[in-house]
């Protein structure tokens, strides 16, 4: 740690906090690319989270919140920034029954999406089956609104709790939300702390055939195994941009040790080491291609992080 650091005077001192210091960031992230940061910092409750946010707001540095890593590039080099990783801590995770049998299910935002997986199973909850395979948390899977098959986590959402920018701790009824593609529609600095859903109950043997349907689904479209952050454009109306990159004859096209994956058009994979300069520069030639050959300008669904 930097002798004189103000990293150290606003976060040391908190409880259930872990701080690391000149921190090696690619591999808190699926694409394993990045340099390092001047803080990581890693708190382990709901009241470590809402503290070290309150010590954010009073540094002036660049800082940033993630959970799983699965949707975010994160910049090459040395970056004097603080990031807030949100992983495997819940706020609360209870199942109770409600009205006309359906369970109500309280999440943490740290909770990882397969954590959650593994529970419902446990249980017989039907609803997150469609999410198999993301590997994320519940706040970060809520930021976008993630989803797959048609469906999306904001179906069984209830209720959603957040830390605003000013710090304050307010609770939003789901139908005071606005979720669209790969969106939750959330005020501008805002963090998931916690949410409720709605899920129902079924036979596990279900369930389980459900979930390996998925799973199979992917395995057969996705390029799972090389690193990489899932799907890096949305899709435009009423086509892919998967098919789209494809039809530009994209497909396989390699930067360094960035590449677009044979397998699925709109796939980045980290073919071993690439940098973040590798992965934007074949973003940005994928988008000057789409755009000249079909005239749509693709919009990104990876969350590119720069230096400031």
Not at 218 to 245: H, M, Y
């Amino acid at each position: 740690m930097p002798e004189g650091a103000p990293w150290t005077e606003a976060m040391i001192g908190i409880d259930d906090l872990r701080l690391d210091f000149n921190a090696p960031i690619a591999r808190e992230t699926t694409f394993r690319v990045g340099g390092q940061v001047a803080c990581l910092a890693r708190p382990r409750t709901g009241a470590a989270l809402i503290a070290a946010l309150s010590a954010a707001r009073r540094l002036d540095r660049p800082r940033v919140v993630i959970g799983g890593g699965s949707n975010v590039l994160m910049p090459d080099g040395y970056w004097d920034a603080l990031v807030i990783q949100i992983k495997g801590f819940a706020v609360g995770a209870e199942a109770r029954t409600a009205g006309g049998g359906a369970a109500r299910l309280a999440l943490g935002a740290g909770v990882t999406l397969a954590a959650c997986e593994r529970y419902c199973l446990r249980r017989g909850l039907f609803g997150f089956e469609a999410l198999v395979g993301i590997p994320g948390t519940i706040g970060g899977a809520l930021v976008m609104n993630a989803g797959a098959h048609g469906e999306t986590i904001s179906d069984h959402l209830l209720w959603l709790e957040l830390i605003t920018r000013d710090g304050e701790r307010r609770r939003y009824p789901r139908h005071e939300l606005d979720p669209g593609y790969r969106t939750m529609g959330l005020p501008a600095g805002a963090t998931v702390l916690e949410a409720g859903f709605e899920l129902l109950p079924g036979p596990k043997a279900e369930l389980r055939a459900r979930l390996r349907q998925f799973i199979a689904r992917r395995r057969a479209t996705q390029p799972l195994d090389w690193p990489s952050a899932g799907c890096v454009f949305k899709n435009p109306p009423e086509t892919s941009a998967g098919l789209l990159i494809e039809r530009a004859g994209l497909k396989g096209l390699r930067i360094g040790d960035a590449a677009i994956s044979e397998r699925h058009g709109n796939w980045i994979i980290n073919r071993g080491k690439a940098t973040a300069q590798d992965v934007v520069s074949l973003i940005e030639l994928v988008e000057q291609r789409i755009e000249s050959e079909f005239g749509i300008r693709l919009e990104r669904e990876l969350v590119v992080l720069r230096k400031s």
